[in-house]
Every structure is written in C-alpha cells, then in structure tokens.
C-alpha cells in the first residue's frame, strides 16, 4: 500500500512497531528496577555486559538487529521453509536429551560456552509456522478428522518432548495453538468436552473424591429422571448418560490421581493445590494417596505467591515508585526478573501501571487479531492467529500466577521477562508476522 | 475467503477480554481494596530498630556514683557463617557440653534465622569474657562475635532497696504504659529506678532498618528520615552519705528490720537500709535470674523495704509525739506533771506499769520524757481525745487522730520510692474511729485504747515515718517530705516529678518554743542520763528516744508474742540538727541495745565524718551479731517443702521436692525462742499471769 516508501517501512504495521518497542523499554526498566542495587554506575553498569539489565539491553539489540532482517527478508522465504523450520526445532528439541546442561530442575537447557539456548522456547515459532503452513494447504478440508489430528500433533508433538524436559510450563503454552484451530474451523464441541475434563479435573482438586462422586451420580440420576421419555424411545439416550458419568467419575477416580502422583512432579502438584489453599495429598511414599491432615505443610510453593501479592498489593493505587519498591528490591519475591518481573511494576507503579501495561498488551493483541482478519492469505492469518495464541497464553497465565489466579508456571511474560532467548523468540514471532503483514495484498502459500 | 468462521474472531476478542477483565479485577482488588498488603510489605522488609541510650547516673551527695553504667559482652553468632568452628574447644572457653551448643544454635536459628545474629550466650562472666577475649581471632572469621551491651553497675555494693533494680517489662506494665513500651524493654522495677524512670531512661532513639529476604540488615529505611536519635537518661543527685549508707549496711547484717537517716533540714535522706538485705549486683549481669528467685523465695523477704513498708508499733518513741499533740491543743503546759505511782490507775485497772515509780520522776514533761513515764503519756493521751472541746471520745479521738496523721503516721508520706506503706483495711497505720467501733462493737472511750499514748495499741509506723517525726521536733513544727533526689541533671521546669519535695509541711504553729525546747531538752536528758546513754556522743548534744515494742506473729496457725523490737529515734546534734535516725530491729529486745548503738554509730560517722576506734570495735562486734528470728529457719523450711511438693505434684518428678528443700538444713524443731503458752497475750504485764496460766492448763487438762 505504501509502496513508495523505502523498503523496509512499506506496509510495515507502525502501531504493532510502536507496541513493540514501548514493551521492550518498559522490560528493561523493570527489570533495572528489579536488579539494579544502590550506588552501582548507572551508565557504565548498563554497557558492562556484567548486570542482568545490562545483559537484556544486549540482546535488545540483538533482536533488533535480527527484526530488521527478517523485515529484510521475502516473506515467500517464510512460507516455503515453515516445515524446515519445523524439522529444526524438533531436531533441537531432542538435540536437548544429550546435550542439556542441568539448572535449577530443568533439562531443557543447552548451554555452549558462556550462552544458554532453551529449544523448547524457539519451537514455538516453528510451531506457529508450521501449523500455518498445514492449515494454509490449499486443498484441506479441516472439517475432515484426519486433518484436525493432525493439525493437533503438530503443535502436541513439541509439548510432549517439552514435558520429558521438564518444563511442563512451556508445554502447556503449545495447546494455545488450538485457538487458531478452533479460529480455522475446528468444531466448539472439542474445545467444550477439553473445557468440561478441565472443570472435573479442578473439582476433583477442590471437592473431596466420594462427595464429588455422590455429586456426580446425583446428577446422572437426575438427567435420567429429566429425559425419561427420551430415554424410552430411544435406550442409546441412556447408554450415552451411563456413558458420560463413568468417565466423570473414571477422570476424578482415577486419571486425576494418576497424573498428579505419576506424571506431574511433587512442585507442581503443589503448587496446582495451593493455588486452591490445599494441601498436597499425594505426597505419601510411592504416590499413594494419604489424606493430609496431619501432614506438615510445606509453604514453598505458597511462599512465592504470598510474596508476589505482598509485592502487588502494596504498590496500592499509584505505586511506589520506579525503584522504590522494598518487595522486589530486597529480593523477597523470588525469580522477579524473569517469571514475576510483573511484580516490579505493580509494586513501583501501583494499580495505574499494571493498567496501562494490561492495556499495551490487550492493544497489541487485538491488533494482532485485526491483522489476522485483513490477511488475503490463509497462511498469515493462521501464523497471525498463532502469535496472538502464543502472546494470550504467556500474559494471562503469567500475570494471573503472580496475582493468585494460576497456579505458578515457570512461563516468561513477553518482552518483559529478562531471558535472551524468550526475547528473540517473542521478537522473531512479532517479526515474522510484521514482515507477512507487509505483504497482505499478496496470496501467500 | 476469511469470511470463513469469521464470527469465531470476536469470540476470540472477547475471550481475550474477559480474561483481562478478570486479572484487572483481582489486580483492583489487590491493589486499591485490600489495604492489609502494604502492612504485611512494610513487616516483610522493614526492621523497627529500638536504640537504647544510656541510663541516668545517681550520685550521692558528695558526687560519687552509687549506681552507674558498665559495659558487659553478648557472645553472638551468626549461624550462616558458622563453619570450621573448632567447636570443643569453644565449648571448653564456654563451659558447655556439644549437646548444650547444638542446642543454643537451633535456638538462635529459631530466633533469628540463619543470616542474622542472635545472641549465643548473654552477659558473660568477666572470666568467660577473658577467656574468649584472648581467642578471639579463632572465632570471629567464622560467625561468632562478642557484642558490647550497657548494664547497670552498683559501685559500693549498696543501696539496694533505694536504688531498686532494671527488668524487663512485663504484661501488665506494656498495658498500663499504653504501647509505651514494648516486649523485650527494659524498666526500672523498683527503687528510684522505677519511680524516676522517665528521667533515668532518657529518650529511646528508632531506627528503621531495611531487611532483606533473608533478614539481613541492608541499609536505613529512607535514608533515615523516620530515625529518632536516643538521648541519654539524666543523672540525678540524692542526699544519700554513700559511707554512712555503707557503715549502716554493715550494721543491720543479720537483723531484720530498717534504718532510715534523714537530714531535717531538707527533708533529704541520708540513708536507709532494710534488713535482710542483698547485693544490688546481683540483680545485674549474668546470674540474675538466679539470684532473683532466690531472693523472691527467701522467707524472710529481702526483696522487701522494710524502711517504707514494713510497720512497727513505735513503742515509747511516740510519746513524745503525743506530748507535742497535747502541747498544741493547749491542753498541757511544759509544766504539766503527773503523779506517778509505778502504775496508772486512771482506768482502775493499774495499766499500763511504769518502770519507774514515784520520786517526781514525771512531775514535768520535760521529765516524763526523760523517764518515759508511761503513766504520764497514757494520761495526757486521755486528756487529749476527752477534752471538753470535743462532744464524745470519738470526735476526740477522730481530732486526735489527724494531729498523728499530720505528724506523717498513719499516712502516705509520697517518698520518691515505689511501695511505700499506704493505709488499708488491714493495716491502718493510725485506726480510724469506725475500726474501733467494728471492734468494740460502738462501745469504747479512752480506757479502751489507752496504750495509744505510749505508741501500742493498733498504732503502727513505719521506719520512715518515726524518721520524719523526728525532723518534725529537730525542725520545731515543720517537715519536707522525705526525699532522696536532691536534683536532677539539667533540671527542667517540666520536671514536676520532684517539686513537692520543695514545700515545707509547717504543721505545729501553736507550740511556742520554749514548750519544744522542754520536749527536746527531755529527749536530750534520755540520752544524758536515761535509757538512751549508749547514744552519747563526745562534744554533740544527741537527742533522742528509746522504744521497746512488743510484736505478734501467727506462727504455725497461733498467734504467739515474740521478742520485743528494738526501736530507736534520734536526731543531732541538738542546736542545729543535721540527721534524724530511727531505727528498729526486729525481735532484738530492749531499744537500747541494738537500735540505740547502730543510730549512734551512723550520727558520729554522719557528723564527725569518722569513727573512733572504740566504735569501730563497736561496729565489729554489732555486725557480727545475728539476730535473725529463728522461726524463720522453720517458715523457710515450710514454704521450700509445699513449694517442692507443688511441683512434684504438677510434674511428678520427685527431684523438685529435693531441688527446693535445702539440704544443708535439717529440719528444724519448733522454734523455741518463742515463748510456749497460747494464752500470754491476753495478760500483759501482770504478775497474776502464772497463776491464770496454771488455771487454764488445768481445766484444758480435765
């Protein structure tokens, strides 16, 4: 549209570019205000490479430099080699398993030298572009079952490989990309039955197993009673209830208490109960389930949000101040640079600023919705849909775990977070879709 | 092509949405409604920090300190940075076993976690704080450190009751004060310690400190712009004669009862001792605690002041008191005399007996002091209170009984310590009207309590308030109230605290002087050539009185008579008198032989500033007397053993019954020195006692 500007600049969504750099500011202060200690040289310490701040502002310009060349690039580049890069991240996320370097419980880091790469974290692009690209196919038929598991497996692969590493945080962010499934066309019953196991699953946290069950058969009772004469004229009626209860109580039974004492780790487990203030009962030897109640609570998964409130609250309505906070100054709240660095600006700026942050982040994804919708080309839009899914993801799940709404999950919250690889990710994410946006006119397969 | 499903965009959008909606409404929530987040930050990262300064210095009235500040050594630790500690060793330095020191760590960790210090052992013994002193370098890289802290020091090792002693403040004291002080502070708990506490303390000084996650200290809390810096406490200077102070603790080793020295003058006290007495010192540093509840236990309560709150029947030496009442109600003349005969048959009965009998020995008042004429007093106080001036004996009495209350008996007389004697039901002091009419059932008249004029009775006083009755006849007619504090140390008009020791108490104005002077030359003629000559003293004119009080005690449930008090009331010297003494051992007999020597020893040590070598001898021989009663070997013996039983009882572990009851004294037979019929009381003085006595234990026989 702006074809007689230079090169870069045309069609280059400048609101999106604005959002972008307004973010990554805001992070490196947050994250000065979180790590810079009193009476270190502001200047100096910021191009020493030796302060965490100083270390973000770094790949600050990294990344920048990496945007301008994929707005450099043909956005044809990116759509012909989705399924190389697919083929990539796989090959570093099990490149992962020989390689990884242990640090603080997780195996997904691989370290050269002095520079650590988490693949798990770039895979999300490959993810996202993939999935565009499988969903762009010309001749698809989503509606088909065949095409909807495999559109599925593209983005669940990665987060099973993601959860052998032990992040099962950054596994989770992958099944964010059934909202541009559910956007192509993939049928609400799906996303109801996922919403429906997800409500048993949290009332099987919250209600104790045989209230819930007795619940549970009250309710069939009274869906039989309710459909009686449906159920005379046609027995599949009954069948299908008989059905619909035993998997309820088979979930609560059994598949909860399975994953919580087999396939999650004892933290998380905990931290999914403190979050509803309970106890861990599956903390008894060899996962067996003991009732807690004169088991000794343990408060560190407690402690985290309790000092992330703390932190919040007392910002009060206008804050602090820009380091002022004595929360996240004196290192009370625990992993505040990176996955509670929301701390930092809801203690310095109070209720003010997490609103108007909330704000940049809801503009930037409704954009990103609008662009998605102006897109000539199937392959954006998914891509655009992607992004939006993937950025959704990391703000409402890191803002609520350090709000008290989720449980704590090690996720990164997007140009904010200090973490050079979160960053470039986020930064070639935005990019790509920049970059794509500035060829909407175009039909891009 | 995207018109495809187009509609599911907005239920994205509004997806997105309400998820926001919900984390703005939990962020409000947290943020504007919930108030209770920035206490909870202010208590995460804020340290309130008391700074105590340094206690006020007392002095006595020649400038040397008797209580003053001294530095002891807090072992503290580190528990983080403990490592590579040679930990026998240090238990060695410390006298401590491994287990002991294992313990001590898992407190201080409990205490104060493992990147603060906490205190390893408190006060150390200055043996301990050598020893560790001199291995210093061995611990102090590796987290333990000693820490200087301020305790209270008695230089002379006296004054105990006076100076009072520094606690922590407890439950009741937090709440009276009103958050004035808090948990962990710490007050004068007796003695001018406690009653010129706001002085002493001086200002507490705050500073608010930043803390970290781990509780370290990292810096000041707004650049210390909510610090209050402390102010040390003021000094005050009494009147206190250190060395008299000290001569008379010698003295009152071993005696129960009180010493109280008082300059009339001033009304400024000199000295006072209670006895039993203790080391003030040992209410400081390291063994305290020890020492404290051995004291509390002490049957014979050294704790107590017996000066302020002990009281006595003042014996003889309230006649002439109740010469001087008489003196201003004009109802006697200097010139008054009394016929007599041994005894006084004024109310039929023959009593009270005199000790002299006939020779004119009370044919003035002069004389009947002189004598201690007990007939003259008991009649002159019957004169007083059925006056004519008066309707009945109770307006008498009641008018009489002011007089005696303005003299300072019976009353509060408002001295700088906490807990002097305050009239009550139980101990009047002076018994009102409406006591005798409970007692006597309405029907009483002089007869009744006619024991009043020679200080028995119901009447009792206290050490101090014989004292400054004493300076109300050295002063002719006025008082100050007693007083230790002389003045305070850059003294501001706020100091009220000490402005009602400045008014004068001129109480006596009928009495003209030549009626004071026969009062006092009779109180000189006791010590010239009365019951008082132990007092005399070369070149000075002593004034004084002579009292032998008999005493009660409830001993095993009965009430027995015990040995009479030694009571003892002097001032000197008699032209411009500089000291007024009244002392009294308890249990020790005739005033004269006890009191009277110990009142004297403290006037020429007063006055001449030293001692003869006869007195010194004199003072030798007094100390190393002990008088303490014996039946309180046999009272101790009682409450150690229901004390250890209760806590055999409460824990069922026999060795507290051995832990209380002290071994080195066997158990003791019933006390002998008390006298061992039950019904003597009630036959005072009469040579018929032996027979009645016989006629009870025969009927109780048949």
């Known amino acids: 549209m702006n074809g007689e500007k230079g090169k870069i600049s045309s069609g280059v969504d400048p609101i999106l570019i604005w959002l972008y750099l307004l973010l990554v500011f805001i992070g490196v202060t947050a994250i000065f205000a979180a790590t810079y200690r009193d009476g270190d040289p502001v200047v100096s310490s910021f191009v020493s490479f030796k302060t965490d701040y100083s270390k973000q502002f770094f790949f600050l310009i990294i990344a920048l430099v990496l945007g301008t060349f994929i707005l450099l690039t043909d956005s044809k580049f990116f759509t012909a080699t989705a399924n190389l890069w697919y083929a990539a991240g796989m090959v570093l996320l099990f490149l992962v398993f020989p390689f990884h370097s242990p640090i603080k419980g997780t195996e997904s880091i691989i370290r050269f030298g002095g520079f650590q790469f988490q693949p798990a974290e770039f895979c999300k692009v490959s993810v996202c572009l993939a999935l565009a690209k499988y969903l762009s196919m010309p001749d698809l038929d989503f509606s088909k079952q065949r095409s909807q598991l495999i559109a599925a497996a593209i983005a669940i692969v990665p987060a099973l490989i993601t959860i052998l590493q032990k992040e099962t945080g950054l596994a989770l962010v992958y099944f964010s990309f059934f909202l541009v499934m559910y956007r192509e066309g993939l049928p609400p019953t799906i996303l109801i039955i996922g919403f429906s196991i997800a409500v048993m699953i949290i009332a099987s946290i919250v209600i104790e197993p045989n209230t819930l069950a007795i619940i549970l058969t009250i309710i069939a009772a009274i869906v039989i009673f309710l459909n009686r004469r449906q159920i005379r004229k046609r027995r599949s009626a009954l069948v299908t209830i008989v059905f619909v209860w035993l998997l309820c109580v088979g979930i609560q039974r059994f598949a909860v208490p399975f994953i919580f004492s087999s396939v999650l780790q004892k933290h998380q487990v905990e931290r999914i109960y403190s979050l509803f203030g309970k106890d861990n009962p599956y903390t008894g030897a060899g996962g067996i389930a003991v009732q807690s109640t004169n088991i000794k609570k343990d408060n560190t998964a407690d402690y985290n949000v309790r000092q992330s409130k703390i932190a919040i609250g007392s910002g009060g309505f206008a804050g602090k101040g820009l380091l002022s906070g004595t929360q996240t100054r004196y290192d009370f709240v625990p992993e505040q640079r990176t996955d509670f660095i929301f701390c930092t600006i809801g203690e310095g700026f109070g209720f003010i600023g997490t609103t108007i942050l909330l704000g940049i982040y809801l503009l930037l994804l409704f954009r990103i919705v609008m662009i998605a919708e102006r897109q000539r080309s199937v392959f954006s839009r998914c891509y655009a849909y992607g992004v939006a899914a993937v950025f959704f993801f990391h703000i409402a799940i890191n803002v609520s775990m350090t709000v008290g709404l989720a449980p704590v999950i090690g996720i990164p919250l997007p140009f904010i977070s200090y973490g050079g690889t979160a960053l470039l990710t986020f930064t070639i994410l935005l990019f790509i879709l920049i970059r794509l946006d500035s060829d909407r006119q175009m039909v891009l397969r | ?702």
């Open chain 2, 1 to 702: 092509m995207s018109v495809f499903n187009q509609s599911r965009s907005y239920i994205i959008r509004i997806l997105f949405l309400l998820v926001f909606i919900t984390i703005l409404a939990q962020l409000f929530n947290l943020q504007v409604l919930s108030g209770k987040y920035e206490k909870l930050a202010q208590d995460n990262a804020v340290l309130r920090n008391v700074v105590y300064p340094a206690r006020g210095i007392i002095f006595d009235r020649e400038g040397k300190a008797i209580l003053n500040n001294t530095i002891m050594y807090d072992l503290m630790v580190t528990p983080s940075q403990v490592k590579n500690v040679d930990t026998a060793y240090l238990c060695h330095l410390l006298e401590i076993d491994t287990a002991q020191f294992r313990q001590r760590m898992i407190e201080a960790i409990l205490r104060n976690g493992r990147y603060r210090p906490s205190s390893f052992e408190e006060l150390l013994t200055p043996s301990k704080y050598a020893r560790l002193q001199e291995n210093q370098w061995r611990f102090e890289a590796n987290g333990f450190y000693l820490q200087p802290r301020p305790i209270r020091v008695y230089p002379f090792n006296a004054a105990a009751h006076v100076m009072g002693y520094v606690g922590e403040v407890d439950s009741t004291i937090i709440a009276r004060s009103g958050g004035f002080y808090q948990p962990g502070d710490y007050v004068g708990r007796s003695g001018l310690e406690a009653f010129y506490e706001r002085v002493l303390m001086g200002q507490r000084g705050v500073q608010f400190l930043i803390k970290d996650h781990k509780n370290r200290l990292v810096g000041s809390y707004e650049k210390g712009e909510f610090d209050t810096p402390a102010i040390a406490g003021r000094s005050l200077h009494t009147y206190m004669d250190i060395e008299v102070q000290q001569l008379a603790e010698k003295l009152m080793a071993n005696k129960v009862g009180a010493v109280v020295a008082i300059e009339p003058e001033t009304g400024g006290i000199i000295s006072m001792v209670s006895g039993p007495n203790y080391n003030p010192n040992n209410l400081t540093g390291s063994e305290k605690k020890k020492n404290y509840s051995k004291l509390v236990l002490d049957v014979a309560g050294p704790l107590l002041n017996r000066a302020i709150a002990g009281t006595y029947p003042p014996g003889s030496t309230f006649k002439p008191i109740g010469a001087l009442i008489a003196l201003d109600e004009g109802i006697i003349t200097p010139f008054y005399g009394y016929g007599c005969p041994g005894r006084y048959y004024g109310c039929g009965h023959g009593k009270p007996a005199c000790t002299h009998a006939g020779g004119g020995h009370a044919a003035n008042l002069r004389l009947a002091i002189a004598n201690s004429c007990n007939s003259y007093f008991a009649h002159i106080y019957r004169l007083s209170v059925d006056s004519e001036k008066f309707k009945n004996v109770k307006h008498g009495y009641a008018k009489w009984r002011d007089y005696v209350h303005d003299f300072g008996l019976g009353v509060t007389l408002g001295i700088d310590l906490p807990g002097e004697f305050r009239p009550n039901k139980i101990r009047e002091g002076i018994p009102d009207t409406t006591t005798y009419n409970r007692v006597y059932r309405n029907s009483w008249n002089s007869c009744t309590n006619l024991t009043l004029g020679i200080g028995q009775d119901m009447m009792v006083a206290t050490p101090l308030q014989l004292a400054n009755a004493m300076c109300l006849i050295a002063n002719k007619g006025y008082f100050y109230t007693p007083h230790f504090v002389k003045r305070i140390e850059g003294e501001k008009t706020t100091d009220t605290i000490i402005k009602k020791f400045r008014t004068k108490h001129a109480v006596l104005t009928r009495i003209d002087n030549a009626a004071f002077e026969s009062v006092i030359s009779g109180m000189q003629d006791v010590v010239e050539i009365g019951t008082a000559r132990v007092a005399k003293l070369p070149g000075i004119n002593v004034c004084a009185k002579t009292g032998t009080a008999e005493n009660f005690r409830i001993i095993d449930g009965r009430r027995v008579q015990l040995k009479d008090n030694s009571v003892f009331v002097c001032f000197a010297p008699r032209e411009n008198p500089k000291i007024a003494i009244a002392v009294i051992v308890e249990n020790a007999g005739f005033g004269a032989t006890w009191a009277g020597p110990i009142a004297a020893l403290m006037m020429e040590k007063y006055l001449n500033d030293t001692l003869r070598p006869e007195s010194v001898k004199k003072v030798e021989y007094i100390s190393s007397a002990n008088l303490m009663p014996g039946w309180l070997i046999r009272e101790q013996y009682k409450a150690d053993s229901v004390r250890g039983q209760f806590y055999f009882k409460l824990t069922k572990d026999s060795s507290y019954i051995k832990k209380f009851i002290r071994k080195a004294q066997p158990p003791p037979k019933k006390d002998t020195s008390a006298p061992r019929p039950r019904l003597v009381f009630l036959f005072i003085g009469e040579t018929i006692r032996q027979e009645d006595i016989l006629r009870t234990n025969k009927k109780t026989n048949t």
